[in-house]
């Protein structure tokens, strides 16, 4: 059994490399080191927890055996996902964390003997208010993200459900949490140990159905961080320094990220923790398509536009990740750069459905990076230039989202896409996008839509070209 003394050393290096991993992962050209330190990080982390163990000869091969299950079940979901299914693969792998912090604080409660914690009945106070706070925020991670992954993977409804009152239930709700964990402090009883994990339980279902689709890149940063603070939370109650400081280092990197996503979509921050976001009429914003005529092309148009052009900005969404035509895209752009065409592209912060979705997407067909410009790095550049080429993004594109008060996405910063000379907009069709309204963009006078697979629709402008 290795001593305290070393394990602790051990913990804080493998805490070093957390830190360092996120750092890498702050940029594109860094996030493949900062991946490999979290990846030896978490390798020293299980290693020497292991080794830990008390009596570890008896109980190695079952360590071995889960091991080797979640181990084997993790690589095969890694290796077999689509980049399109990753958010909700996110949110799959945030239920599990909250779950896991769940059976730990319940293993804690049932036996408190093997952690240290005192008997049955007996209990440190401290360690109820760890294991209570542990338990609850996990359960509120488990099922908002079970909620947050039905809604990213359709089954579910993307649109807001509410209904009347719901904000004081949820308020109840809170309020009743925390007199249940003063009331198991002062008798211990089982009963309402249980209640805590019940009421979280439907505490965190509540808190996800309001918020609309296109706050759900927010909603995964904010499930991200509930999850690090249950793994924190169980950590003190587990005594385990690896634990405390990852779990930490999650959470509060996930809340920060949560508050500048809120910020660059000018959204409260504290509504969307709350719930209830985008409880809007959608009804209102909805036009009939029918009555609006838009312009069609093909592929000869937007291939004779571009290549007559100075400029071309390109505006990746999640239909080009659905499509899988980024490769087709890098193409298609170093086509154009051989005619002398200066070409860029833009990426919204929540284009995709979570964030850095595009990058990952532009990286995996080697675009440079230097190519690649945010929001507010870009968004002047559209009223001088000559055509934007919008494949597959939709509500990160949306004028209304700066005319219309009663839309559901008024207030967020769209990229400014209608002020380009010529709008080449590649979709299926008038669809409208996850929010569930339709884009005003379609029927601009400027705006000549591409009805077809994006893929396609590229390789053809490049046969074109």
Known sequence: MISANLLAIFYLISGVLFILALRGLSSPETSRQGNLYGIIGMALAISVTMLSVENFSSGFIYLIIFLAIGGSIGAF???????????????????????????????????PSVFNLGTQGNIKIASLIEMSLGAAIGAITFTGSIIAFLKLRGIMSGSPITFVGQHYINLILGVSLLILIFYLCKSQEASIFWGIIAISLLVGIL???????????????????????????????????????????????????????????????????????????????????EQKPVKNGNADDAAFLMKNASSVIIVPGYGMAVAQAQHALREMVDALKKNGVNVSYAIHPVAGRMPGHMNVLLAEANVPYDEVFELEEINNDFANCDVAYVIGANDVTNPVAKSDPQSPIYGMPVLDVEKSKSVLFVKRSLSPGYAGIDNDLFYRDNTLMLFADAKKMTEDIIKSL
């Not at 996902?81 to 693969?89: D, F, G, K, R, W």
């Not at 912090?101 to 049932?110: D, E, M, N, R, T």
């Not at 999650?250 to 508050?259: D, H, K, Q, T």
Request: hydrophobic share 55%.
């Open 77 to 111: 979901i890694a290796f077999k996902i689509p980049m399109t299914a990753m958010p909700e693969l996110v949110a799959g792998f945030h239920s599990l964390v909250g779950l896991a912090a769940v059976f730990v604080a319940i293993s804690a409660f049932l036996n």
């Open 207 to 289: 808190l996800i159905i309001p918020i609309g689709g296109a706050d759900m890149p927010v909603v995964i940063s904010m499930l991200n961080s509930y999850s690090g603070w249950a793994a924190a939370g169980i950590g003190f109650t587990l005594e385990n320094t690896a634990l405390i400081i990852t779990g930490a280092l999650v959470g509060s990197s996930g809340a920060i990220l949560s508050y500048i996503m809120c910020k660059g979509m000018n959204r409260s921050f504290f509504n969307v923790i709350l719930g209830g976001w985008g409880a809007t009429d959608q009804d209102v914003t909805q036009k009939s398509k």
